[in-house]
Each structure stands twice: as structure tokens, then as C-alpha cells.
């Protein structure tokens, strides 16, 4: 299909942590193809920034994803605007975080952030058509389980937690496309680029690091309408292998649940 007949077809897409980084390039690029965009930021603050960096935006909700009643705030903030036909769950807090903080759940803010949150908004924000999780190549790298989500019996590793966070957002994709055949549900990983978190070193094309997430949100290519798949620069590459347990997911669902007394719908 041919850019301009795709710009014809407007899609509303909501995108979480979109004040900065790669949220905010993947909202410029949406609203540049004519998409209505609408972003998020933690407080009124950073929503004032966010709006001052892209002015086309339909509007921009507010709201903590650290904490359970953050995320549910967000959420019905998020269903007062209406239906959206794709959300990009891609606010994350970075590998480099030096000590386990604690959010006011009792959860480790890596997890809360990373996880939790878009468990809560997936299950509580009106199922859109798409649904695209953020996560990253460092997730391959992990043995992870669901069995010590707050991090509390294991001592802090700010590397690990991160990777884990990002493992834990590829098995949620692809339970969420197990659960829902109606609604497309992948993930993907930017590349280690120089954003805040990536830091100034990192060696990725920054380019190339919100595309995907654009693409996979609003695009009619085949290639974009697949569920429970796992992409780099707008190509299939193959996840952690233990991503694809049915259990494992499933396990992670009823975690979150269990966490957050928020269930999944069927
Ligand atoms: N950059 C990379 O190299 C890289 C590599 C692999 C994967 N990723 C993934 O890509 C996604 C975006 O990363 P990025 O590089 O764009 O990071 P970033 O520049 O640090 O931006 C992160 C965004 O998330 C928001 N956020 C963080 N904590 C929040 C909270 N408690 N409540 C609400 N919003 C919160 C931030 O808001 P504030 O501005 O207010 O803090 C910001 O808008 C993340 O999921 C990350 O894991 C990035």
C-alpha cells in the first residue's frame, strides 16, 4: 500500500509515556501520517511539556503509572475520550536504577512502571483493535519466572529487574493475544538508543527506534497485522523461547490480578 493511501485511513492511538523519548517521537510520526494522537504523562507538568512538543495532539491525560490507583486514574481518563483503535504501552523506567524503590502498592517501581501498569490499563481501557508492548532486547538475556514480581526475597540487581520487566511485558502481549483473538496484541524492541534511558552512548539507530511501534499501532500492511509476535525495525525476530509458555503467561496474568484486584475481561 502506498503512504498516501495509508494516511487516509486516521486511527486514534493512545501512548502511554509519550512526554519524552521514544512515546513522544512515535506520537510526532502518528500525527505527521494524519493519525489522532492522544499522550500521557506522569503529571500536569510534564503533559504541559508534551503539549508544547507537539501541539497537534488530540489531548493528554495525566497520572502516576507507579501505582495501582495511578494506573486506574489513567485509565478512565483514557475511556472518557472514547474507543481508540490502538494503544502503545511503551512508558518504562531504565536498567539503570540503582536500588529498588517502593511504591506505595509495596511493589518494586520497576515492576509497577513496566508491568503492572500496562496489565491494568490493558484490562481496564476499552479493548482497542491493537494493542503494542514495549520491550526491549535485553529481555532474551533473562531466566525470569513470575515468582518474586516485587523483588522482595531476592537482593536488588537493577540490570535484572529490567530485563525482567521487559520479558514480563513480551509474555503479557502474547497472553493478551492468546485471550483475545480480536484484538492484535505484539511486541517489539526499539533498540538500545539515545534517548534519557538509553543514554548518550547507546549505538542504535534512533531513527529507526519508534517506527515499529508506529507501524504496528496504525498500519494495513500484512506484515502488521499479526498478533502475538515479537519485532526489531519492523521485522519479525524470535523472543526468549520460554516467552511462548502458555503457563508462564498465564501465570503473569493471575499475578497481576492477584496484585492489582483489577481482572483481565474475557
Ligand atoms: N531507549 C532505549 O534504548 C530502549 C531500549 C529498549 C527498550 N526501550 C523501551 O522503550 C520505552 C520508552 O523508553 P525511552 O527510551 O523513550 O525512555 P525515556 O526517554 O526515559 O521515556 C520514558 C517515558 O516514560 C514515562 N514514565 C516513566 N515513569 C513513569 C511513571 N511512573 N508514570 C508515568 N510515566 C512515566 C516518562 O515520563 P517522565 O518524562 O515524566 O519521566 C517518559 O515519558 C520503554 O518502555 C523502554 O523500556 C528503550
Known sequence: MSSEAEKKRVRRVFITGSSTGLGLMAGQLLAEQGHRVVLHARNDARAADARRALPAVEAAVVGDLSSIAGARHVAEQVNGLGRFDAVIHNAGVGYRERERLETEDGLSHVFAINVLAPYILTALIEKPDRLVYLSSGMHRGTNADVSDLAWRRRRWNGSEA?????????????????????????????????????????????????????WLATSDDLGARVTGRYFYHM????????????????????????????????
Open 162 to 214: 529490567y530485563a525482567e520487566s521487559k520479558f514480563h511485558d513480551v509474555l503479557l502481549a502474547f497472553a493478551i493475544a492468546r485471550r483475545w483473538p480480536s484484538v492484535l496484541s505484539n511486541s517489539l524492541e526499539p533498540g538500545w538508543v539515545p534517548t534519557r534511558m538509553g543514554g548518550p552512548g547507546a549505538p542504535d539507530d534512533m531513527d529507526q527506534a519508534h517506527r515499529t511501534q508506529a
Open 235 to 266: 521485522r519479525e525476530r524470535t523472543p526468549n523461547p520460554r516467552t511462548i509458555d502458555p503457563n508462564l503467561q498465564d501465570a503473569l496474568i493471575a499475578a497481576c490480578q492477584k496484585l492489582s484486584r483489577i481482572a483481565l475481561p474475557a
